[in-house]
């Protein structure tokens, strides 16, 4: 069975420091992963994926197969990146579903 | 173009009480989904539509809660009777497909449900 882990809850940073969510998963097929994130009172949006390969507002994240990890990273955080951020993996097949972790919230102190 | 809608944004009931949560997807989505998501957890998927017909409804728990979405576009979510474990938002997304290739889950603003 899929599982995600972010083993942590809280993680606090200042302002122009870098910041890295981790993010690790148990997949035995061919993973697909992707963050996504919740600002204060905003709906649960979708930040990046890995098959994109793409930066978002700055962050990348890189999926590590032999680490079986997709941390996000972010070189210069900013006081508006502070947000709840969710890991979710993708399983293929017959059930096309998301697995999400269960969290980590980033604040970007002044 | 407009977002996935739901309602209510809240509803406070008793246990063993009922309640049905409504959600409309955006237009053109053929995939809904709905999620829990229980304070301090992420959100877990509890059934998933492809148009009218179900394709995952394994963590659903079929004898108090059900779902239906009647001509492919919105659906609702009923849970009857109502358990405190039952307090949690509830969340509706919905994508273009099921599939990798186009796969952006769109969500709403949930329903918080509280229990007592």
């Known amino acids: 069975a899929q599982r995600v882990t972010q083993p942590e809850k809280l993680l606090s940073v200042f302002k122009g420091a870098p910041v890295e969510l981790k993010c690790n998963y148990s997949?035995?097929?061919?993973?697909?992963l992707f963050w996504y994130v919740q600002y204060s009172r905003q709906r649960l949006q979708l930040l990046l994926r890995h098959i994109s390969r793409e930066s978002i507002k700055g962050f990348t994240a890189d999926l590590n197969k032999g680490e079986t990890s997709f941390h996000l990273k972010k070189p210069f955080a900013q006081e508006e990146d502070s947000a709840m951020y969710y890991c979710a993996l993708y399983s293929g097949g017959s059930n096309y579903k998301l697995t999400f972790g269960k969290g980590t919230l980033l604040t970007v102190n002044p | 173009e407009a977002g996935v809608a739901q309602s209510p944004r809240y509803k406070i009931i008793e246990k063993r009480q009922s309640v049905a949560f409504w959600c409309n997807p955006i237009?053109?989505?053929?995939?809904l989904y709905w999620y829990q998501q229980i304070l301090g957890q992420g959100p877990k998927l509890l059934i998933q539509f492809q148009n009218n017909g179900v394709v995952d409804d394994s963590q659903l728990p079929k004898d108090r809660f059900s779902a239906e979405r009647l001509k492919g576009v919105d659906s609702t979510l009923k849970i009857q009777p109502a358990k405190l474990e039952d307090s949690a938002v509830y969340l509706c997304a919905s994508s273009i497909s099921g599939t990798a290739i186009s796969y952006e889950q769109y969500f709403g603003p949930g329903t918080r449900l509280t229990v007592t």
């Open positions: 237009s053109g989505h053929a995939t």
């Open positions: 997949y035995s097929g061919s993973p697909e």
